[in-house]
C-alpha cells in the first residue's frame, strides 16, 4: 500500500517548495517494506485548501460496503431506502467512436456517470489494488457531484484512488483558473481520498519545468506499480479518464490547429501561447490519453452541439478537431445531455 510521502522540505504553509524524497511501499502479502527515491518536486500544498502530507491512509476511514438494488427497466433506477436517484437514458448506440449515450438532462448524465465510474473503480481496486483517475476542468468536475452522495460516499474504496489532471494551466493553486482549486472545491474536499494519493503540479515552476516535473513524477508511480503501462504503446495506462471538450473540440489544452495536437514522444507538454486563457499550461499528449484502459468523453450544453456533430455526426466539416483524435486502446464512451446531442 503506497503511504504518504515523507518530506524533507519545510513545513506545509509556507511559501518554500516541499521536496518529497521518498515513498514508503508496503506489500500487503508479506511484511516486506522498501523505500524508493522520488526526485520529483511537488509544490507545496498550501493551509487553503487544509491538505496535510502528514495524513496517512489508516487514517482514513474503511468505507461501508452497501448493496444496490438495480430495476432493470427503461430507465435506470438505483433505489436506496431514503434516496432514489433515476437517470434516463434517452439514446445509446455504438459508433464508430466509441458507445454514445445522450441523456435528457445534465442531472440525469451526472448520475449515470456517477454509477459507471463507482463500477470501475470496484473492478480496478479488486484487479490491481488501486485506481488511477484523471480528471480535466471546467463543467466536467461538475458532473462528478452524485459521486459525493449516497450509496457511493460509504461504498467507494476512496483510499485506493489516485488523482491526476490531463490538463492544468500554470497558476496558483488558488487562482480562479486553477483545475485544482476547481476539483477542490466541487469533488476533493467531499471525499476522503488520501492527499498523499492527489498529484498536482508544482505551480512554482515555469510552464517547461511543471510539464517536465509532472513527467518524472508519472514515470516513478509506473516504476511503483501505481500507474500501469501500456505493452501496446509504451506510454502510461490510466484506468479511466474523464475528460471534457471545449466548443471548440478541443480536448485537454490540445487546441485546433495548434502544433501540440500533433505531439507523440512526451507524456506530459507545455503550452505558453493557449488562445484560450490563461496561455501557460501543460497537458498530457494525445499518445498518453488513448493509451487509457477508459475514457468518458462528458459534453452537456447546446454551445458544444456543433462540435459533437463534426466528431459523431455527418458533418461535412473539412476540419479536423482534437476530440475526433480520441481513439483510445480501450474502450470510449460518450456521455451527452439532449443540448450536446442536438445536431446529431
Known sequence: MLQSPVSSGPAVGTDSTIYIER????????????????????????????????ISQSAVAKPVARSLRLKRISRIGVN???????ARSSMAVEKGKGKVQ?????????????????????????????????????????SLRKLVESPYM???EWSKWHVF????????????????????DCFLSKVPIPPGNVYAINDALS????ADDYETCLKHLVKLNIIDLSQATGFPKFDLMLIGMGPDGHVASLFPGHPLVHANKQWVAFIEDSPKPPPKRITFTLPVINSSANIALVVAGAGKADAVNVALGNSQSSDS???????PKGELKWFLDKGAASKL
Not at 489532471?165 to 477542490?184: C, G, I, M, T
Not at 478537431?321 to 481513439?327: A, D, E, F, T
Open 23 to 54: 515513498y514508503v511501499v508496503r506489500m500487503d502479502s508479506s511484511s516486506c517494506t522498501f523505500t524508493a527515491n522520488l526526485r520529483t518536486h511537488l509544490s507545496p500544498l498550501p493551509q487553503w485548501p487544509p491538505y496535510a502530507l502528514s
Open 80 to 86: 436506496y431506502k431514503k434516496f432514489e436517484f433515476k
Open 102 to 142: 445522450v441523456f435528457d438532462s445534465e442531472e440525469d448524465l451526472a448520475v449515470s456517470l456517477a454509477k459507471y465510474i463507482a463500477d470501475l473503480s470496484d473492478k480496478f481496486v479488486k484487479e490491481r489494488g488501486a485506481f488511477t483517475v484523471v480528471l480535466s476542468g471546467g463543467s466536467l468536475v461538475k
Open 154 to 156: 460509504d461504498s467507494v
Open 165 to 184: 489532471w490531463v490538463d492544468e494551466r500554470v497558476v496558483p493553486k488558488d487562482h480562479e483558473d486553477s483545475n485544482y482549486k476547481l476539483a477542490y
Open 207 to 210: 510552464a517547461e519545468g511543471a
Open 321 to 327: 478537431l482534437p476530440v475526433q483524435m480520441i481513439s
